[in-house]
């Protein structure tokens, strides 16, 4: 028992673990690394994993020359495709029979009416947004799947949200992951990057608001 604790703690906080697994594992990290974000992706049942961390703390070893940083940007990238595709089919396919039920212990309502939040205030872009928010990013491409949202568009989205995610996380750690300001606040400097990206469509909403507000008068 004291064995399955020991191997679930280190799946659950691998972004702790991961020195001694590059240790232990060599060349075979990076597809633990690649198994990890496909599962924290694109299952709904394993939002506990780490992300956003875990990238960052891949990136810091790859700057340490421990990891390539080329081949973890390709890898992990794939990773975010394939979980959020993957997530995206599972919904597309069985996700209204599985949310039928209320009393669900893995669809927890606070959970789904988070991410109902933010398709309605961001729309398609909520599957790029939502890589970088904990919970809402396991469940964005599911319940794209749920609304049927067309896959083409969905692509676009997830391979750009993808690629962003995974270069800004492990070129974050790779560059500045030795300052000790930056690895404490990485999920404030995510959420800055976010907000000056969303600028753009906040101002031309507010705009529009405006005008709208000028012609009704």
Not at 62 to 68: R, T
Request: charged share 15%; glycine share 10%; aromatic share 16%.
């Amino acid at each position: 028992m004291e064995f399955i604790k020991h191997i679930f703690d280190i799946f659950v906080h691998l972004d702790r673990h991961l020195y001694e697994i590059i240790q232990d594992y060599g060349v075979w990290t990076y597809a633990i690394l690649f198994l990890i974000i496909v599962g924290e992706t694109g299952l709904v049942v394993t939002p506990f994993l780490p992300g956003d961390s875990l990238l960052f703390a891949a990136g810091v070893f790859a700057g340490a020359g421990m990891l390539d940083v080329w081949l973890l940007l390709l890898i992990l990238t794939l990773a975010a495709v394939l979980g959020d595709a993957a997530n995206y089919s599972i919904g597309y396919r069985i996700g209204r029979r599985l949310l039928a039920d209320p009393n669900s212990r893995i669809f927890k309502k606070e959970y789904i009416k988070r991410t109902q939040h933010f398709y309605e205030k961001y729309g398609g872009k909520t599957i790029v947004i939502a890589r970088f928010v904990p919970i809402v990013r396991t469940f964005a491409p599911f319940l794209a799947g749920v609304g049927r949202m067309g896959y083409f568009r969905f692509a676009l989205y997830n391979i750009t949200g993808a690629i962003a995610w995974v270069t800004i996380c492990v070129l974050g750690g790779f560059y500045f992951g030795t300052f000790r300001f930056v690895k404490n606040n990485f999920s404030l400097i995510i959420l800055a990057v976010i907000i000056i990206s969303m600028l753009p469509a906040l101002i031309e909403l507010v705009r529009h608001k405006f005008q709208k507000k000028q012609i009704g008068s």
